[in-house]
């Protein structure tokens, strides 16, 4: 649990650090170098610091141990962050699609389709954080994977998101340099788009989570099969879970030798549940009751 924390943490650090760069870098070539895109791109970073930062907090409460009022601890802390990133991420969509639109309605309709020429550093500013972030996303998406944290699952949605973005701008940078200038806030457009998929996507699987939503068919049958090779459990009768956070309790109904002892039962549900939590990683508790059933001998 220890390594889990220090892990999720670290990817935090990383990508609220990078984005802190990144956000100045964009915002203000962006700007200086006329691209709307590029400051579209700059925006969407600048409300990641924000994120990363809230994130970042609740990371950290979330590593709290249980207590009384939390018996099972304050995992679900990472799941409310995944929807706070999710929240921000669609917030992030609709001003970037916003800055677009009147990009746009400015270069039509007031500047006669004669923009500010694009500086070439935008270009160059773009393709580094194109770079930036596919190194971002594999870091990322293989710790989320591995601590199966939602939040930072949805951190590496949103790293991957921001290479679709940034390659979204540096093809409007491009086109308004070859004197398409309808290329770069259509780039823009396109950004806010792909942004506002993002968000959705993490706020579904987020919610899932505080739903209580488990695997269910999939993992009933990997139960089964694991109890049907331990000796002593004749029959499973019932198999049900519900989430805390990224963890699962899982509950058993059994059916045992009804002629055994209640010490030969109790030892053949703590093997199970050993069984269980040794083959499951992310199962954090499992109650197993058994019922007597006769055999005849």
């Known amino acids: 649990?220890?390594?889990?924390?220090?892990?999720?943490?670290?990817?935090?650090?990383?990508?609220?650090?990078?984005?802190?760069?990144?956000?100045?870098?964009?915002?203000?070539?962006?700007?200086?170098?006329?691209?709307?895109?590029?400051?579209?791109?700059?925006?969407?970073?600048?409300?990641?610091?924000?994120?990363?930062?809230?994130?970042?907090?609740?990371?950290?409460?979330?590593?709290?141990?249980?207590?009384?009022?939390?018996?099972?601890?304050?995992?679900?802390?990472?799941?409310?962050?995944?929807?706070?990133?999710?929240?921000?991420?669609?917030?992030?969509?609709?001003?970037?699609?916003?800055?677009?639109?009147?990009?746009a309605f400015d270069l039509y309709f007031i500047s006669n389709g004669h923009g500010m020429p694009i500086s070439s550093i935008a270009l160059i500013v773009a393709l580094v954080t194109i770079i930036a972030k596919c190194v971002l996303t594999v870091?990322?998406?293989?710790?989320?994977?591995?601590?199966?944290?939602?939040?930072?699952?949805?951190?590496?949605?949103?790293?991957?998101?921001?290479?679709?973005s940034a390659t979204a701008a540096a093809v409007g940078i491009i086109g308004g340099r070859l004197g398409f200038t309808w290329c770069d806030p259509f780039a823009g457009a396109v950004v806010a788009l792909v942004v506002l998929r993002t968000g959705i996507k993490i706020i579904r699987e987020s919610s899932a989570e505080l739903m209580d939503d488990v695997p269910g068919g999939s993992l009933d049958k990997d139960i089964r099969e694991l109890i049907a090779g331990m000796p002593g459990a004749v029959a499973v009768e019932e198999v049900s879970a519900h989430r805390f956070g990224p963890y699962l309790v899982i509950n058993l109904i059994i059916g045992v030798d009804g002629n055994m002892t209640v010490h030969a039962g109790d030892e053949i549900a703590s093997a199970i549940e050993r069984g269980i939590i040794t083959r499951f990683e992310l199962v954090r508790r499992v109650y197993v009751h058994y019922h007597p059933r006769l055999i005849n001998r």
């Open 1 to 103: 649990m220890e390594t889990r924390q220090k892990k999720s943490e670290y990817v935090v650090n990383l990508g609220l650090y990078s984005n802190i760069l990144l956000a100045v870098l964009k915002t203000i070539i962006g700007i200086v170098g006329h691209s709307s895109a590029l400051l579209a791109d700059g925006i969407n970073s600048t409300s990641d610091v924000v994120y990363y930062v809230v994130v970042k907090v609740f990371l950290r409460l979330a590593g709290k141990p249980a207590d009384a009022e939390h018996p099972y601890g304050h995992s679900q802390l990472e799941s409310i962050a995944a929807l706070i990133v999710g929240s921000f991420v669609i917030t992030t969509a609709v001003a970037i699609f916003w800055e677009a639109a009147n990009q």
């Open 139 to 164: 870091i990322t998406g293989k710790i989320g994977r591995e601590t199966g944290n939602a939040a930072v699952v949805a951190l590496a949605y949103d790293h991957r998101n921001d290479i679709f």
